[in-house]
């Protein structure tokens, strides 16, 4: 049974930060890109960052670009989000997925492609 848990969210005041981890279980996830989302109350899913299987090619959101780092150890089957920076507008559940694509080269920024997710957790920045 493929599982995907995440943890590391909480409150934090605006240019604090927070460390998001997210361990695997139940499939090869080293063939993989592996993604983060998030949802804020009222808005659609929209994608966060995502990281090749190599770990060598990494994609951000226009909005995190600079502020936020994906990461992974393959030895571990984990996934982590590091924010920094944060602003109110960071604030959303956030989601760690799988790609549905084993071996693919580029990322996808659609949730439709990932087909693993976990149950997510909040994220509140307060100004």
């Known amino acids: 049974q493929v599982q995907l848990v995440e943890s590391g969210g909480g409150l934090v005041q605006a240019g604090g930060s927070l460390r998001l981890s997210c361990a695997a279980s139940?499939?090869?996830?080293?063939?993989?890109?592996m993604g983060w989302f998030r949802q804020a109350p009222g808005k659609e899913r929209e994608f966060v960052a995502a990281?090749?299987?190599?770990?060598?090619?990494?994609y951000y959101k226009d909005s995190v670009k600079g502020r936020f780092t994906i990461s992974r150890d393959n030895a571990k089957n984990t996934v982590y989000l590091q924010m920094n920076s944060l602003k109110p507008e960071d604030t959303a559940v956030y989601y760690c997925?799988?790609?549905?694509?084993?071996?693919?080269?580029?990322?996808?920024?659609?949730?439709?492609?990932?087909?693993?997710w976990g149950q997510g957790t909040q994220v509140t920045v307060s100004s």
């Open positions: 997925a799988s790609d549905s694509r084993s071996w693919a080269v580029v990322a996808s920024t659609s949730s439709y492609e990932y087909d693993y």
């Open positions: 139940g499939r090869t996830f080293t063939s993989y890109f």
């Open positions: 990281l090749s299987w190599s770990g060598g090619n990494t």
